[in-house]
Structure formats: structure tokens, C-alpha cells
């Protein structure tokens, strides 16, 4: 017992006491000019505990030698017994620590359970005093049986008093008084009061005090809970035979002695052997303490049931110190059995690394490859037999400088290999392939770092094994791979592989396009579900090919993919999807073209009477539009000349009397004037200028005057004329050049559009309002629009506005001046140059105006006819009557419609559906693709898609 514990933690290991043991040994190899061997582990191809130095092999059996001999002088019997006796010693010591713990939690809680018992009785007596004082005051007050009654059920404690005589008459009570005649008075004590009780079948307790009068009895019952107060819990008072004067209805719904679970008898003789005391017992299936006290001066008692030790801290001190007992026996049990295993570790290791050694040459003389080594510290480096086998040279092992080493490899992969060595120890292992010099060999060289002998220094280990064959056939495996992925790239159709996991394995980016997935999104091994889930957010519309095999699908774009999925030998899929859009669309336009040819004939049948009647007035019209045309021609030649000549003397004399150049005119007043008069003759003349341009436009004369203009500069001009207006009105002019081309336009043209825009903007714009001129350059133009904060436009009114001499009647805008040609000349110039003219407006926001301009005009040409309207109506009517005399019913026959439009006619209609590419896509000219209204198609109504052919 006086030997100390071998797995005390601080005692140096002596003769005669056990040592940790040492990690299995090695298997030796054989020791070469000083310089000892180490080889890396871990990896599939290494062989375990490859060539280790002789010296570290002798070092660690010569260590599990002295372990063996200091197990044989140590008694593990006497260790055993030390731990048995610790264990007793500990055990015991639990269990006093418990019990004197739970022996003065025990009396700690009686004494307490004692202190709680007499203050209940206090106050009982208390209450009981209070109500014999009251019974006592009414007797003296009350003259008569009446009076006494009256005065005693004032009590709020009090809930019925009467007085009953000897033979159970009730002279005097309350109304609910009668019952109280069934008391018995005949036992009344010799000091005239008499405490009882009533008990309801509910278990309602009342208590009773009888007093004595001279020839009757004054009964006073009380309410439940008088003696005890409202919180008074599972504590009663009862009398000597046990009956419950006053407590909880569950004493009363049964008697004490079932209520505290004992016998009656034994309830009575612990009242009888004292006062005061406590005793044990079971209420509602739980330990309980029953205390008991005499209220003083009577035959009562207070019981009050309490809790069995509530408090248990004993409880939780057991429990901590078995949990400690059962941590160090369990502790000390492992510390023995690790003991144990060592030892038999130590025999067992010694054994196997003998077989690991025999396994290893065998393994390695074996193999294509060997061991590898250098010494970083000795600029040395060290080859295994094998490996020299494998690198050409005499089957030995080998030891040589580094330089010499590097050299048995190619001079393109020397850098490499050096350079991965000497970063190995910050690195760690590295794996890299090299090819021989002089020999067509590949070889996998993987190194690990590692330290030797006492000065740590640095040695990197490794293995070399041929991998020839290997990269060779990865090699063709990855041109095969690259010619597949590029026959997927060339296919117009798309193309998937699923394995027999329904798990994603192949696809090429047409199956990306058909159904929106990103590049990037789709990764190999993803779940069908997943893609299929995407994929049905491309889907409009799915139905059975008519041949049974495969699926249609509308995409959401209008394209349609009949797709087909095929079963591979491994249990996978591959599914092929090819487009058929102009196909369906084809079958489409054939069944609207019969649809077209069988109305065209019912409309030309009615319309053949017509024609002839319209060819008939033709002439009639043609000579009054004649004539009306060269009316407008001459008043516009007329009103150009009598008009602008008045007009150019007014303003050119208005302007020299303005700046006074021939003298000051006198009057201010006359300055005022001319400058009115100079003012509207301007304004007149602008007014003529557009309805001359507008008939010009409206009759195809206005000719463009086109040349190289900076877009920039033109906005600037323009802004300088109106700035001195937009400062009037406190507003804010915005414009940030842009880096921007020249684009050929007409200068005029341009310029009296942003005139009249930006001049509208300032007019309908509030003082303090902003007005801003952004460009947007694009590749085929420039998009100008102004903005305003204005009064805005209405939704209803936009569509008109652009015409000539129309103009949104308001409150605000009858304000403002102003004839409805600005924005339709605007418009006429724009269109004229080939570009786009749109407005935007928010009513109480503002307006914005988008016009568009190519990088130069767009000609815009007509054809003409050689003939004569006249002319190519009688054609039309000669056409119309040799179309009726031909056999319709022939040339409409379904004969001549391909069998599958016939199938596809046999179809519901939502099956029929086929989107048109006509409509309007966002471009250079039309950033948000908007489209106008005749140019939108009305479409049926698509019904619900059917199932998703991905979920087949």
C-alpha cells in the first residue's frame, strides 16, 4: 500500500512501476552510410512503416524490453485491492455525510412544522374567543328571543342563528332556521357552550356553537373557514372523536380518520397522549407529516398535514456523491483496464510489425515504383532498390546528392520537383507527376515532410510509382470526352443524360436555352426533380406527340420542342429535345389560310354587287379631290406670299423702332408697344411657319435638308434661347452632355423639335419645377427625352394629343397660350427622320417626351403605280367573278392540307394555340418594347398545361 500508483500523475517511473508504452515500432531497414530512412503513410499505394533506420528500431525494443521487465515486478493484485479499499472508504464516508445531513434536516423541519401549528392554533382560538365575545354581547343586549337573534346574525361570520327549546321548538331564528331544531342540546357541557358542526353532502363544513340558555339553546352556525381564516389549506380543526369542526371541503366530503389515512382509534390516542406532537402518514399517496394541537380552554384540535422533508437537500448531496462514486470508480476501472491493454498491446505490436515488415518487401519488390528521400539539412538524397529498378539503374539502393538525384528526371519537371521539396514543410504533402529523363516513363512522386533525431532536422519522404499507362488512358479518355462535348456544342437539338439515380449527369446549352437555365446553374449529380422544377417555369403548355412517342411543350418564349426520353442499358435516360416551331407554325398558318380563303369567298361574293357601284363613283371622287386639292394648293401659295409679306415688314419696322435706330421714340410707352406689336408678329409668323410645314408634311413636300450635327451642342442653342423664360419662372434647367456621336439630321428640323418641347415643358411646368434634357446613345441612334415636373396628362388624353390642333381643356391649361401643332409637328419632324416619338405623363407628376433618332435618316419610299385606281378596281371585280366561277369546294379540300394539319384540326382548341413572334421586342428605338395597339394580336385563352413530360 506504501508503492505509489503507477497512474499518479508526477512520480518519475521507477523499478518496479508500470510506464506509458511506446508506439508500435517500425520495421527496421537496413542502416546505409550514417544517414537513417523514414517513409510516409497514410496513402492507398504506400506500403505501413516503410524503411525505418536500424537505430530507432534497436532504440524503441530496447524501450518495450525495459516496459516488460517493470510489469513483471509490479502487483496489480495489490493495486486492485488499494482501489477496492479506496472505494469502501469513500462509500462510507457518503453515507454519514447523508445521514447526519438528513437528521438535522429532520428536526430542522419539525421544529418549523411545530412554530407554523401553534400560531394556527393562536389565531383559532383567536376567532373562536371573537365569536363566543359577539354570542356573549347579544345575549346582554337583546331584550327579548327576537332581538337576540337579530343582534347575533349581524356577524358577517354568521350564516344562521335560532333558539330552540327543550323540545325542539324554534322560538326565534333566522329564515333558514327550521333545520337547526335537528341539533341535539341534550349534551351540552356544564360550561353551557357546546361546539359542533353541520356538514353538507357536498362536503361543506359550517361550524356550531351551542350555548346554553336558561330553558332553551341559542344555535349559531358559522361560516366554513370562521375558526381557521381563507388560508387556512389542507388545515381543519376537529374535535375528540374526530369530527371536523371547521375545514376543507374534502375533509367534509369524507370523515378525518380516511382523510389523514388513519385509523380513528389511533387519530384519538394521539390526541389523547399530548397537546402538542406530530406523527407520520400517507394523504393522497404522498409522505406527510400530521400535526396536532389542543386549542386551549377547549376539546379542539388544530391538525395540520405538511410535506415529508420538502426540502430534501440530502437528497441532492446523495445524489452528487454517488454520481462522484460512480466517476472514480469508473475512472479508476478504465486507468486498470488501459493498464491491461497496454501489455498485451505491447506483445501484440511487437508480432505484428514483423508480419507488416514481411507484407512490405513483399509488396514493394512487387511493384512498379519505390521509396524516395532527401535529406534537406545534408543536401542528400536517398533511392530505394525498386525505384532504382524502376528509374534504369543498378538494382541497389542508392545514395546521392541532390543535384544527382534531380537529374534522373526530365529538365522540365525539376524545377518542380525541387521546388515542391523545399516548401513541403510549410505546405505539407504534395503530389505531382514527372516524367524520366532518358526513358518514356511518367511517374507519381508524393511527398511528406517529417524531422529526424534530436536536432529535428528537415527530410522530405516520398513514393514514385509508374503511372504511365494511367495518364495515357486519361489522356484519351479526355479527347473522347472533349469530341463528345463538342458534338453536344454543334447539335441543334437538346440533349440530356440521367443515370439510374434520376440524377443529372450530361447536357449541352441548347437544353439551357430552351428551358432559361443560366450557364453555370445547371452542376452534375443534381436530383431530376430539382431541374425539372426549374425547367416548368419555361413551360406554357405541354400535351402527347400524335404519334404516341414522346411529349410537345410550348415554351413560354412561343418556341415549340417535341421532346422524347429514352431508356439507356444501365438504368439511366436520355432525353432529346428537337424544335418544331416553324413546323407547328406552318400547320398553324395552313389552318388559318382555309379558315381566311372561306371567308374571303363569302366576303367576295357579297362584295362583288359593291365593287361595281364603287368603280362607278370612283371618277366622281377622284375629279372633286382633284379640284380640292388644287384649291388647298393654291390658298397655301397665296397665304405663304400675302401673309409672310405684311408680316416681315411689321416685325424687320417693329424691330428697328424696338432697338431705336433712327432715334429715341419718345414715350416709354410707345417701346412697350412695338415691343407687343414685334412680339406677336413673331408669334403669328411661327404660327403660319408650322401649318405651312405641317401641309407640307401632310402633302409629302417636306424635304430634309440632312448634315453631320452634334447633338449636344443643338440641346445647348436651344437652352440658351428658352433659359431666360425658365428664369422668369424660377424653374430649373437640367442637361449633362454626353459622350456622343455625330449623327446627320436636319439641324432646322431637330432644332424646332427641342424648341417646342422643352418651350411646352417650361409652359405646363409650375414655378419652382424642374425641366432636364437627358440622351441615350445606342448603337443605331440616340434617344433624347425631356422631362418636367408639370401639371401632367392624363391617361385618356395622351392618344390625342400628338395631332394637329389638339389640346387637353383644363383648369391649368387654359392658362397658357398656345394653337395644339407644336407636339404633331414634333411628331411629323421625327417620323420624317425615320424615328420614334412617344409621351409619358403622371397626372400632378410631370411629363416626359421620348423621341428617337437615327444615326441618319430612313427613306421612306412609296410605290408607284403605273395604273389607275379606276383601272385596278375593274381588275379586282374581273378577278372576283373568274374566283367564283372555279370549283371552291375542290381547291379548299382537305386533300390538299397535309395529314398531320388534319390531326391537329381533330384537337381542343387551347391545343391549337399558336403564339405569334410578331410582336414588338425592346430595342435601340424602343427601349421597353412597347407596341402599338394594331399591331397586337388577340389570342385564345390558354387552357391549364398538361403534365410536365419531365414528370414521366
Given at each position: 500500500?506504501?508503492?505509489?500508483?503507477?497512474?499518479?500523475?508526477?512520480?518519475?517511473?521507477q523499478?518496479?512501476?508500470?510506464?506509458?508504452?511506446?508506439?508500435?515500432?517500425?520495421?527496421?531497414?537496413?542502416?546505409?552510410?550514417?544517414?537513417?530512412?523514414?517513409?510516409l503513410?497514410?496513402?492507398?499505394?504506400?506500403?505501413?512503416?516503410?524503411?525505418?533506420?536500424d537505430?530507432?528500431?534497436?532504440?524503441?525494443q530496447?524501450?518495450?524490453?525495459?516496459l516488460?521487465?517493470?510489469?513483471?515486478h509490479?502487483?496489480?493484485?495489490?493495486?486492485?485491492?488499494?482501489?477496492?479499499?479506496?472505494?469502501?472508504?469513500?462509500?462510507?464516508?457518503?453515507?454519514?455525510?447523508?445521514?447526519?445531513?438528513?437528521?438535522?434536516?429532520?428536526?430542522?423541519?419539525?421544529?418549523q412544522?411545530?412554530?407554523?401549528?401553534?400560531l394556527?392554533?393562536?389565531?383559532?382560538?383567536?376567532?373562536?374567543?371573537?365569536?363566543?365575545?359577539?354570542?356573549?354581547?347579544?345575549?346582554?343586549?337583546?331584550?327579548?328571543?327576537a332581538?337576540?337573534?337579530?343582534?347575533?346574525?349581524k356577524?358577517?361570520?354568521?350564516s344562521?342563528?335560532?333558539?330552540?327549546?327543550?323540545?325542539g321548538?324554534?322560538?326565534?331564528?333566522?329564515?333558514?332556521?327550521?333545520?337547526?331544531?335537528?341539533?341535539?342540546?341534550?349534551?351540552?357541557?356544564?360550561?353551557?357552550?357546546?361546539i359542533?358542526s353541520?356538514?353538507?353532502?357536498?362536503?361543506?363544513?359550517?361550524?356550531?356553537?351551542?350555548?346554553?340558555?336558561?330553558?332553551?339553546?341559542?344555535?349559531?352556525?358559522?361560516?366554513?373557514?370562521?375558526?381557521?381564516g381563507?388560508?387556512?389549506?389542507?388545515?381543519?380543526?376537529v374535535?375528540?372523536?374526530?369530527?371536523?369542526?371547521?375545514?376543507?371541503?374534502?375533509?367534509g366530503?369524507?370523515?378525518?380518520?380516511r382523510?389523514?389515512?388513519?385509523?380513528a382509534?389511533?387519530?384519538?390516542?394521539?390526541f389523547?397522549?399530548?397537546?402538542?406532537?406530530?406523527?407520520?402518514?400517507?394523504?393522497?399517496?404522498?409522505?406527510?407529516?400530521?400535526?396536532?394541537?389542543?386549542?386551549?380552554?377547549?376539546?379542539?384540535?388544530?391538525?395540520?398535514?405538511?410535506?415529508f422533508?420538502?426540502?430534501?437537500?440530502?437528497?441532492?448531496t446523495?445524489?452528487?456523491?454517488?454520481?462522484l462514486?460512480?466517476?472514480?470508480?469508473?475512472?479508476?476501472?478504465s486507468?486498470?483496464?488501459?493498464?491491461?491493454?497496454?501489455?498485451?498491446?505491447?506483445?501484440?505490436t511487437?508480432?505484428?510489425?514483423?508480419?507488416?515488415?514481411?507484407?512490405?518487401?513483399?509488396?514493394?519488390?512487387?511493384?512498379?515504383?519505390?521509396?524516395?528521400?532527401?535529406?534537406?539539412?545534408?543536401?542528400?538524397?536517398?533511392?530505394?532498390?525498386?525505384?532504382?529498378?524502376?528509374?534504369?539503374?543498378?538494382?541497389?539502393?542508392?545514395?546521392?546528392?541532390?543535384?544527382?538525384?534531380?537529374?534522373?528526371?526530365?529538365d522540365?519537371?525539376?524545377?518542380?520537383?525541387?521546388?515542391?521539396?523545399?516548401?513541403?514543410?510549410?505546405t505539407?504533402?504534395?503530389?505531382?507527376?514527372?516524367?524520366?529523363?532518358?526513358?518514356?516513363?511518367?511517374?507519381?512522386?508524393?511527398?511528406?515532410?517529417?524531422?529526424?533525431?534530436?536536432?529535428?532536422?528537415?527530410?522530405?519522404?516520398?513514393?514514385?510509382?509508374?503511372?504511365?499507362?494511367?495518364?495515357?488512358?486519361q489522356l484519351?479518355?479526355?479527347?473522347a470526352?472533349?469530341?463528345?462535348?463538342?458534338?453536344?456544342?454543334?447539335?441543334?437539338d437538346?440533349?440530356?443524360?440521367?443515370?439510374?439515380?434520376?440524377?443529372?449527369?450530361l447536357w449541352?446549352?441548347?437544353?439551357?436555352d430552351?428551358f432559361?437555365?443560366?450557364?453555370?446553374?445547371?452542376?452534375?449529380?443534381?436530383?431530376?426533380?430539382?431541374?425539372?422544377y426549374t425547367?416548368?417555369?419555361?413551360?406554357?403548355?405541354?400535351?402527347?406527340?400524335?404519334?404516341?412517342h414522346?411529349y410537345?411543350?410550348?415554351?413560354?418564349?412561343?418556341?415549340?420542342?417535341?421532346?422524347?426520353?429514352?431508356?439507356?442499358?444501365?438504368?439511366?435516360?436520355?432525353?432529346?429535345?428537337?424544335?418544331i416551331?416553324?413546323?407547328?407554325?406552318?400547320?398553324?398558318?395552313?389552318?388559318?389560310?382555309e379558315?381566311?380563303?372561306?371567308?374571303?369567298?363569302?366576303?367576295?361574293?357579297?362584295?362583288?354587287?359593291?365593287i361595281?357601284?364603287?368603280?362607278?363613283?370612283y371618277?366622281?371622287?377622284?375629279?372633286?379631290?382633284e379640284e380640292a386639292?388644287?384649291?388647298?394648293?393654291?390658298?397655301?401659295?397665296?397665304?405663304?406670299?400675302?401673309?409672310?409679306?405684311?408680316?416681315?415688314?411689321?416685325?424687320?419696322?417693329?424691330?428697328i423702332m424696338?432697338?431705336?435706330?433712327?432715334?429715341?421714340?419718345?414715350?416709354?410707352?410707345?417701346?412697350e408697344?412695338?415691343?407687343?406689336?414685334l412680339?406677336?408678329?413673331?408669334?403669328?409668323?411661327?404660327?403660319?411657319n408650322?401649318?405651312?410645314d405641317?401641309?407640307?408634311?401632310e402633302?409629302?413636300k417636306?424635304?430634309?435638308?440632312?448634315?453631320?450635327?452634334?447633338?449636344?451642342?443643338?440641346?445647348?442653342?436651344v437652352?440658351?434661347?428658352?433659359?431666360?423664360?425658365?428664369e422668369d419662372n424660377?424653374?430649373?434647367?437640367?442637361?449633362?452632355?454626353v459622350?456622343?456621336?455625330?449623327?446627320?439630321?436636319?439641324?432646322?428640323?431637330?432644332?424646332?423639335?427641342?424648341?417646342?418641347?422643352?418651350?411646352?415643358?417650361?409652359?405646363?411646368?409650375?414655378?419652382?419645377?424642374?425641366?432636364?434634357?437627358?440622351?441615350?446613345?445606342?448603337?443605331?441612334?440616340?434617344?433624347?427625352?425631356?422631362?418636367?415636373?408639370?401639371?401632367?396628362?392624363?391617361?385618356?388624353?395622351?392618344?390625342?394629343?400628338?395631332?394637329?390642333?389638339?389640346?387637353?381643356?383644363?383648369?391649368?391649361?387654359?392658362?397658357?397660350?398656345?394653337?395644339?401643332?407644336?407636339l404633331?409637328?414634333?411628331?411629323?419632324?421625327?417620323?420624317?427622320?425615320?424615328?420614334?416619338?412617344?409621351i409619358?405623363s403622371?397626372v400632378?407628376?410631370g411629363?416626359?417626351?421620348i423621341?428617337?433618332?437615327?444615326?441618319?435618316?430612313?427613306?421612306?419610299?412609296?410605290?408607284?403605280?403605273?395604273?389607275?385606281?379606276?383601272?385596278?378596281?375593274?381588275?379586282?371585280?374581273?378577278?372576283?367573278a373568274?374566283?367564283l366561277?372555279?370549283?371552291?369546294?375542290?381547291?379548299?379540300?382537305?386533300?390538299?392540307?397535309?395529314v398531320?394539319?388534319?390531326?391537329?384540326?381533330?384537337?381542343?382548341?387551347?391545343?391549337?394555340?399558336?403564339?405569334?413572334?410578331?410582336?414588338?421586342?425592346?430595342?435601340?428605338?424602343?427601349p421597353?418594347?412597347?407596341?402599338?395597339s394594331?399591331?397586337?394580336?388577340?389570342?385564345?385563352?390558354?387552357?391549364?398545361?398538361?403534365?410536365?413530360?419531365?414528370?414521366?
Open positions: 500500500m506504501n508503492q505509489p500508483y503507477p497512474h499518479q500523475p508526477g512520480i518519475p517511473a523499478h518496479g512501476n508500470q510506464r506509458s508504452v511506446a508506439p508500435p515500432a517500425p520495421p527496421p531497414m537496413p542502416q546505409r552510410s550514417g544517414n537513417p530512412r523514414q517513409t503513410s497514410g496513402q492507398s499505394y504506400e506500403p505501413n512503416r516503410v524503411e525505418v533506420e537505430r530507432r528500431t534497436k532504440e524503441k530496447s524501450r518495450f524490453s525495459e516488460s521487465e517493470s510489469l513483471e509490479t502487483s496489480l493484485k495489490n493495486i486492485l485491492l488499494a482501489i477496492i479499499t479506496f472505494l469502501l472508504f469513500f462509500a462510507l464516508l457518503a453515507f454519514l455525510i447523508v445521514s447526519e445531513q438528513r437528521r438535522q434536516e429532520g428536526t430542522s423541519y419539525r421544529a412544522l411545530s412554530a407554523r401549528l401553534q394556527d392554533t393562536a389565531n383559532a382560538k383567536a376567532y373562536l374567543d371573537n365569536q363566543l365575545a359577539w354570542i356573549d354581547n347579544g345575549l346582554v343586549s337583546g331584550s327579548n328571543a332581538q337576540l337573534v337579530n343582534i347575533v346574525a356577524s358577517p361570520t354568521v344562521d342563528v335560532a333558539i330552540v327549546d327543550g323540545s321548538n324554534v322560538l326565534a331564528g333566522t329564515p333558514n332556521a327550521q333545520s337547526l331544531s335537528q341539533i341535539s342540546t341534550n349534551s351540552i357541557p356544564q360550561s353551557g357552550v357546546m359542533t353541520l356538514i353538507s353532502p357536498q362536503g361543506q363544513i359550517n361550524p356550531v356553537i351551542v350555548k346554553k340558555l336558561n330553558s332553551a339553546s341559542l344555535i349559531t352556525v358559522l361560516t366554513p373557514g370562521s375558526l381557521l381563507q388560508n387556512a389549506g389542507k388545515t381543519a380543526i374535535d375528540m372523536n374526530g369530527r371536523a369542526i371547521d375545514g376543507p371541503t374534502l375533509l366530503q369524507s370523515d378525518s380518520a382523510f389523514y389515512n388513519m385509523p382509534s389511533e387519530l384519538r390516542g394521539h389523547k397522549s399530548g397537546d402538542l406532537g406530530a406523527t407520520k402518514t400517507k394523504i393522497s399517496g404522498s409522505k406527510s407529516w400530521l400535526g396536532y394541537q389542543k386549542i386551549p380552554d377547549s376539546t379542539l384540535y388544530v391538525v395540520k398535514p405538511a410535506p422533508y420538502p426540502d430534501s437537500k440530502w437528497k441532492m446523495f445524489g452528487f456523491l454517488s454520481l462514486f460512480m466517476g472514480t470508480l469508473a475512472m479508476l476501472w486507468l486498470f483496464k488501459n493498464m491491461q491493454a497496454q501489455v498485451d498491446t505491447a506483445v501484440e511487437t508480432s505484428a510489425n514483423e508480419v507488416s515488415q514481411q507484407r512490405y518487401r513483399a509488396a514493394l519488390d512487387g511493384s512498379r515504383g519505390g521509396v524516395w528521400e532527401v535529406n534537406l539539412a545534408e543536401n542528400t538524397a536517398y533511392i530505394s532498390q525498386s525505384l532504382s529498378r524502376l528509374l534504369g539503374m543498378p538494382e541497389q539502393e542508392h545514395t546521392m546528392p541532390v543535384p544527382q538525384f534531380l537529374a534522373l528526371f526530365h522540365s519537371d525539376r524545377e518542380k520537383l525541387l521546388y515542391n521539396i523545399r516548401r513541403a514543410h510549410m505539407g504533402d504534395f503530389d505531382v507527376d514527372i516524367n524520366v529523363a532518358r526513358l518514356p516513363l511518367t511517374v507519381a512522386c508524393r511527398g511528406r515532410p517529417s524531422t529526424r533525431g534530436m536536432d529535428h532536422s528537415r527530410v522530405v519522404i516520398g513514393m514514385a510509382l509508374d503511372v504511365s499507362e494511367q495518364r495515357g488512358a484519351r479518355l479526355q479527347a470526352e472533349a469530341r463528345l462535348h463538342d458534338a453536344l456544342r454543334a447539335m441543334n437538346s440533349f440530356v443524360i440521367w443515370d439510374q439515380r434520376d440524377q443529372l449527369t449541352n446549352a441548347k437544353f439551357e430552351f432559361g437555365f443560366q450557364p453555370g446553374t445547371l452542376m452534375p449529380g443534381m436530383d431530376h426533380t430539382i431541374v425539372n425547367a416548368s417555369n419555361a413551360i406554357m403548355d405541354s400535351l402527347e406527340a400524335g404519334d404516341g414522346g410537345e411543350i410550348m415554351l413560354k418564349d412561343g418556341r415549340w420542342i417535341r421532346y422524347l426520353e429514352t431508356p439507356t442499358g444501365d438504368g439511366g435516360r436520355v432525353s432529346i429535345g428537337t424544335e416551331t416553324a413546323i407547328r407554325t406552318r400547320e398553324h398558318q395552313l389552318k388559318e389560310n379558315q381566311a380563303l372561306q371567308k374571303t369567298v363569302n366576303v367576295l361574293r357579297k362584295s362583288q354587287s359593291r361595281v357601284e364603287l368603280a362607278e363613283s371618277e366622281q371622287e377622284k375629279i372633286r379631290a386639292n388644287q384649291s388647298k394648293s393654291e390658298f397655301l401659295a397665296n397665304m405663304s406670299h400675302e401673309l409672310r409679306t405684311p408680316l416681315n415688314a411689321i416685325n424687320g419696322f417693329s424691330d424696338k432697338k431705336e435706330m433712327f432715334g429715341p421714340l419718345g414715350d416709354p410707352r410707345y417701346k408697344y412695338v415691343s407687343d406689336i412680339f406677336s408678329g413673331q408669334h403669328l409668323l411661327s404660327l403660319i408650322d401649318i405651312l405641317m401641309s407640307k408634311i402633302a409629302g417636306m424635304t430634309l435638308h440632312v448634315e453631320s450635327l452634334d447633338i449636344n451642342d443643338l440641346i445647348q442653342q437652352i440658351r434661347i428658352v433659359r431666360g423664360r425658365a424660377s424653374q430649373k434647367l437640367v442637361f449633362q452632355p459622350d456622343a456621336r455625330e449623327i446627320e439630321a436636319d439641324p432646322r428640323a431637330v432644332k424646332q423639335v427641342l424648341l417646342n418641347l422643352i418651350t411646352n415643358a417650361i409652359k405646363f411646368t409650375p414655378e419652382g419645377g424642374v425641366v432636364s434634357v437627358d440622351i441615350d446613345v445606342k448603337s443605331a441612334g440616340i434617344i433624347v427625352q425631356v422631362s418636367d415636373t408639370g401639371i401632367g396628362i392624363a391617361a385618356d388624353d395622351l392618344a390625342r394629343l400628338a395631332q394637329p390642333f389638339e389640346q387637353v381643356e383644363n383648369k391649368d391649361s387654359r392658362k397658357t397660350e398656345g394653337t395644339g401643332l407644336g404633331a409637328l414634333s411628331k411629323s419632324l421625327v417620323e420624317l427622320h425615320g424615328g420614334n416619338f412617344r409619358e403622371t400632378g407628376e411629363t416626359s417626351v423621341f428617337t433618332l437615327p444615326n441618319k435618316p430612313i427613306i421612306r419610299t412609296e410605290e408607284e403605280t403605273d395604273t389607275e385606281v379606276a383601272d385596278e378596281i375593274s381588275r379586282l371585280a374581273q378577278d372576283i373568274e374566283v366561277d372555279e370549283n371552291i369546294g375542290d381547291a379548299a379540300s382537305a386533300e390538299d392540307v397535309p398531320y394539319v388534319a390531326q391537329v384540326q381533330e384537337q381542343p382548341p387551347n391545343n391549337s394555340y399558336i403564339p405569334s413572334h410578331e410582336g414588338a421586342t425592346a430595342g435601340p428605338f424602343n421597353k418594347g412597347n407596341t402599338n394594331q399591331d397586337t394580336q388577340n389570342t385564345q385563352e390558354i387552357q391549364p398545361p398538361m403534365p410536365n413530360p419531365y414528370a414521366a
